[in-house]
């Protein structure tokens, strides 16, 4: 059972089998998602939240295939770092071929691209 909420909301509690059948195939990603998008041990990415992360999974396909190796118990580092970066190229717009440093570049000076 989840009851999220805070002061200012009404209290409204889910529960977990509905809130699994709901989501579908999607929360295989919920873990993903929370680690990724920013949780109380990983910082966020700058300005993308968890419904974007979320969103972006739900209706990109070829995202799809790539978060899948973050759940594989057995995947290597260099694997799992790979895609983390793929990931991350990807969130900010990038095409596949672009690496972090230039995406972080157009990210800061749009102007200049």
Not at 72 to 96: E, L, M, P
Request: net charge positive.
């Amino acid at each position: 059972m989840i009851a999220p909420g805070n002061i200012n909301t009404d209290r409204m509690v889910y529960y977990n089998r509905e809130l699994f059948e709901g989501l579908g195939n999607m929360t295989e990603a919920l873990l993903f998602i929370h680690a990724f998008m920013g949780c109380d041990k990983t910082s966020a990415l700058y300005r993308k939240g968890k419904i974007s992360g979320f969103k972006k999974k739900q209706n990109d396909h070829e995202m799809q295939k790539v978060v899948d190796i973050f759940n594989i118990s057995n995947a290597s580092q260099d694997s799992v770092a790979a895609t983390g970066k793929q990931i991350i190229v990807h969130f900010y717009g990038g095409k596949r071929s672009d690496g972090l440093d230039k995406n972080q570049i157009q990210e800061i000076y749009p102007d200049r691209w």
